[in-house]
């Protein structure tokens, strides 16, 4: 891929993840400041995004949103006989096995964006926030399952930054996080706990397609009941559901854009 090109694709990406950022919606000069990218250039791309139906602008408030199209695109056909619809299935069959929140995440470096979510049975349970959302890679068990499916040395020629000025003092240093990628790599899922926020776990394992991990599946609730002791039991099931949707949407057609991979 020319540089033009690459440059291209990457302040697209760093314009998505921005209005992914704000559920609510977001203006042009915010978030042409939040993606470091020129007005001009950012509001030409935007207007692309808008065109392709990844994006949608409020005529009354100029604010963008994503859009369902984007979704579609990450997620699978919207209707309930196509990929997203049986994807949920899978999610809402996690949730009620393991009593938590189910979701499914795509990696748009340098964060995750959580695409789709199930809440659990439980009265309480993990808050249900806005989705499409974006969260950290490094405090999150999806963060950590699609970065060990990676090269290392592509996490730190790509992520090395991003580590230096967001990883919290707890993750330790950079060498110590890529040792414990190679553990999740092998042991084939990763957890969180009071990581992302303080009495909040997950567990989280990839979905592999076509020879590619760009999705992972996970599932979220308070440490009080999703204990350090129910790790391990809970993990076979997010490891079966993976499965699962790995088998699924290897058998799709929809092709994704440079950099979110295929589904």
């Known amino acids: 891929m020319a540089s033009g090109e ?4 990457r302040r697209t990406i760093w314009l998505l993840r921005a209005v992914a950022a704000h559920p609510e919606g977001v203006g042009l000069s915010e978030v042409a400041r939040e993606a470091g990218i020129p007005k001009a250039t950012c509001y030409r791309v935007l207007t692309v995004l808008e065109r392709e139906s990844w994006l949608t602008l409020d005529p009354v408030t100029r604010r963008y949103r994503v859009s369902l199209g984007l979704l ?24 009620e096995e393991t009593r938590e929140t189910a979701g499914f995440d795509v ?6 964006m959580v695409v789709a979510q199930v ?9 249900l926030k806005p989705v499409p959302r974006t969260q950290p890679v490094w405090a999150t068990s ?3 399952v699609l970065l060990a499916a990676l090269d290392p040395a592509e996490v730190r020629a790509d992520f090395a930054e991003e580590f230096a000025a967001s990883a919290p003092p707890e993750v330790g240093d950079l060498d110590s996080f890529m040792g414990s990628l190679a553990a999740v790599g092998a042991r084939g ?4 706990y009071d990581e992302l926020e303080v009495g909040a776990a997950s567990v989280a394992a ?7 991990t760009p999705y992972a599946v996970w599932i979220g609730g308070p440490t009080y009941r999703l204990t350090r002791e129910r790790i391990d039991e809970v993990a076979e099931s997010v490891m ?11 058998n799709t057609d929809i092709e994704l854009p440079s950099g979110l991979g295929r589904l």
């Open 72 to 95: 579609s695109i990450v997620g699978g056909l919207l209707d309930g006989g196509g990929a997203y619809g049986h994807m949920r299935d899978v999610l809402r069959g996690l949730a």
């Open 189 to 192: 899922f990763a957890f969180a």
């Open 142 to 144: 999806t963060g950590k």
């Open 240 to 250: 079966k559901a993976a499965r699962q949707l790995s088998e699924l949407l290897s």
């Open 119 to 127: 809440p659990g049975p439980s009265l309480i349970g993990q808050t």
């Open 6 to 9: 690459a440059g291209l694709v």
């Open 107 to 112: 990696l748009l470096a340098p964060k995750v």
């Open 206 to 212: 990839p979905v592999r397609i076509r020879g590619t």
